[in-house]
């Protein structure tokens, strides 16, 4: 009939749904290993499918919180230049009696990944060479760790990170501020004598 009814003192949730899904639907994990004449090699790779996140928080909603500064992201907005931006305009999303960014399907972060988070590459030398430095064995190696991440979250936000506190509360105002995993490198040497 056209008419809209605001459901308020209902069961009836309309056309509400369900959408997103903060908790991973499928974790993955990948170990490839390989020896080849003193060589070796070893990468670990871990990820997440089909897990997308209403996230709040001004990391992800510019102005979610009321005197917070606006992040580098925020200026991907509508302007008659820029008609194709992720934020339909700059505003304090606290102050809007409208919610401007209600939540709806166009936030959704697909927090789906693909992470390389070991990979290592050795060289054992031959044991003859060692024998008359009275070595049973020496190896020499590079490590590095979290070198690189496939993703599509569109803010400069960690696929990896959850929205619960330490103690299991939801943290929507902090979302995206907490430090990313470091990416390290690390070269070795391993004696056995």
């Keep these: 009939?056209?008419?809209?009814?605001?459901?308020?003192?209902?069961?009836?949730?309309?056309?509400?749904?369900?959408?997103?899904?903060?908790?991973?639907?499928?974790?993955?994990?990948?170990?490839?290993?390989?020896?080849?004449k003193g060589f070796d090699i070893s990468m670990f790779f871990q990820g997440v499918a089909k897990r997308k996140l209403w996230a709040a928080g001004n990391q992800v909603l510019p102005g979610f919180t009321t005197g917070e500064p606006f992040y580098k992201g925020a200026e991907d907005y509508w302007t008659?230049?820029?008609?194709?931006?992720?934020?339909?305009?700059?505003?304090?999303?606290?102050q809007s009696a409208s919610g401007n960014y209600s939540v709806?399907?166009?936030?959704?972060?697909?927090?789906?990944?693909?992470?390389?988070?070991?990979?290592?590459?050795?060289?054992?030398?031959?044991?003859?060479w060692l024998s008359k430095f009275k070595v049973q064995g020496l190896r020499v190696y590079f490590t590095g760790e979290n070198l690189f991440?496939?993703?599509?979250v569109k803010p400069a936000i960690d696929p990896e990170i959850?929205?619960?506190t330490a103690s299991g509360k939801s943290d929507q105002?902090?979302?995206g501020r907490s430090y990313p995993y470091?990416?390290?490198?690390?070269?070795?040497?391993?004696?056995?004598?």
């Design 173 to 175: 105002r902090n979302f």
């Design 80 to 94: 008659p230049e820029n008609t194709d931006a992720f934020y339909p305009r700059p505003m304090d999303y606290k």
């Design 1 to 36: 009939n056209g008419e809209i009814v605001k459901q308020t003192n209902t069961n009836d949730k309309g056309d509400l749904s369900v959408i997103g899904n903060a908790l991973p639907r499928l974790q993955f994990g990948l170990n490839l290993d390989a020896a080849w």
């Design 162 to 164: 959850g929205i619960r």
């Design 182 to 193: 470091q990416k390290t490198v690390s070269f070795g040497i391993q004696l056995s004598l």
């Design 149 to 152: 991440t496939i993703d599509g």
């Design 104 to 128: 709806n399907d166009r936030y959704l972060l697909n927090m789906a990944y693909l992470r390389l988070k070991t990979f290592t590459v050795g060289y054992s030398l031959p044991k003859v």
